[in-house]
């Protein structure tokens, strides 16, 4: 047996609050609806706030990689230069700056490109509860 917070048993086959009229049970259903959707519309919110925020994530680093991969044209084209220029070591160690670079971009791009894809900007949780609060009250009397 449950016991109220006055300590005595409630029958579960009357009503909690008989003092209620229908007018007032319907007005409090909608209040209560209304409470839920704002409550959702918050929810909804904070998920979109994280896709975005990895969203961003994958902005900064595709964008890194962007520069990386112009620093690595600069940096091959100069040790092309050299190389036609001058002996063979003075460009070679520009040739080999350049390959790092070029190495940093392409895994830099990689990493964002990942970052986009586990991108959802659709707020799943949000959407099922939405779905199963509606089948919830399209049941109700």
Known sequence: MSASSTGT???PTQPERPDLSLGDVVGKLGDDLSGLLTT???IAKLEIKQEVTKAAKGAGLLSSGA?????????LSAALAWG???PLNEWLGFLIVGLLWTTAALVL??????KFADVNAVPEKTVAEIKAD???ASELP
């Open 40 to 42: 959702q519309v918050e």
């Open 67 to 75: 520069f990386a991969a112009l620093v690595a044209v600069f940096m």
């Open 109 to 114: 791009a990689m990493v964002g490109k990942k």
């Open 84 to 86: 036609i220029a001058v």
């Open 9 to 11: 048993s409630h029958d």
């Open 134 to 136: 509606k089948a919830l």
